[in-house]
């Protein structure tokens, strides 16, 4: 009996179909005649029982971390790389993982395989990144079977091996084209079962593809110990380092880094994402939140201008789209405002977005300062979550925000404990609605 399995998402059915009804793709289903094969041949083989190993006869490794040399870098980690730890960092192409990566693990041991840049264009960027090249090793091999081959040799030699990236790794066990999904999942299966055995950190670089998937598939995150994501548009030099996942650490921490001339440089200055005056115009709000253990402040603007179209424009840039819908909703149910008769710009300041929460509030200063036309009281800063009833809640590390802002100048502070409901605007922000109505 014939089997057929799809190449691009690994969808198997007992027929040809011409378009595969996991992934929509057409022509990928390939017929695989060995599978009834191996299937009867294993029918005759005894089975074997599982192996149990009592927990408290295991010993631990006290390897401690291996630190990236970066402290931004090694927060966001929990710390540092833990031994056999399998990393995943993804983000847009051109955002700058290989030079992150270059940049980090100096003090290190490396094996860098790429299958993006030959030696020397590794080297050339190296060396404008002023990164130390002893410790530094480089190949070109892309075939896991002979990479892992390679790494049982020299596992004693190196300390990380850095691929850049998965999706230029293939298998020859597996049929399809580089950087498909089955690829992918064998790839990375091997690749984690090698780290695993052999205690050896391996980080891969994947990038993020037109439909904003991970590395291709989203299953990819699954087989590894830790994602990492780099977020931040082209055009702004900042960049922001998440965790999504991560088995040794906190999901928590952020790690802001500044893109400069020799690369990568890390931000520790709260207020980098603001002005170095406080003077407010219409529509400009600071907002602080809280991104792991750590308060930061950044800016939102927003524009409401007069339209004559019958569905208004909302256009955001930094915040979650549908939360900024639903603030919209909150604000003209509590303040009567004829937002249904103005298109809606948001922007977050320095081409960052904003996951937390805390921002609700501030956004709703911002959105009504621009619709009065009136600007916020000068060193005012805005903490809070904004419900459905229009009630202000505490936010997520409050009390250590407000007391950060009170010692970088922020004189008046709107927050749970000062404003109960989205109403009372009317008397933060004087002026009449009906004035641009």
Known sequence: MAFFICSECGFGSGSWIGKCPDCGKWNTLKEKPEFAKSSSSKKGEAVKKITITSLSKVKSSTKSRLSTGIFEFDRVLGGGVVPGEVILLTGQPGIGKSTLVLQAFQKLKVLYISGEESAEQVKNRAERLAVNLDNLSFSADLQIESIIQSLEELKDEIEIVIIDSVQTIYSKDVEGPVAGVSQLKEVTKKIVNFAKQSNLSVLLIGHINKEGDVAGPKTLEHFVDCVLEIEGEKISNFRLLRASKNRFGSTDEIGIFEMKQKGLSEVKNPLVFLETNKKLEPGKAIVGVAEGKRPFFFEIQTLCVPTSLMNPRRVVKGLDFN???????????????????????????????????????????????????????????????????????????????????????????????????????????????????
Do not use: H, W
């Open 323 to 437: 939360k900024v819908q639903l603030l919209l909703a909150v604000i003209r149910k509590n303040l009567n405002l004829p937002l249904d008769r103005f298109d809606v710009f948001v922007n977050v300041v320095g081409g960052v977005s904003i996951k937390s929460t805390g921002a609700d509030l501030g956004f709703i200063a911002s959105l009504i300062s621009s619709f009065k036309n009136i600007a916020l009281p000068a060193n005012s800063l805005f903490v809070g979550e904004v419900g459905l009833l229009g009630e202000i809640r505490p936010s997520y590390m409050e009390e250590k925000i407000i007391e950060e802002s009170k010692r970088l100048g922020f004189k008046k502070i709107y927050s749970s404990k000062t404003v109960k409901t989205v109403k009372e605007f009317n008397s933060i922000i004087p002026g009449s609605p009906s004035s641009r109505g």
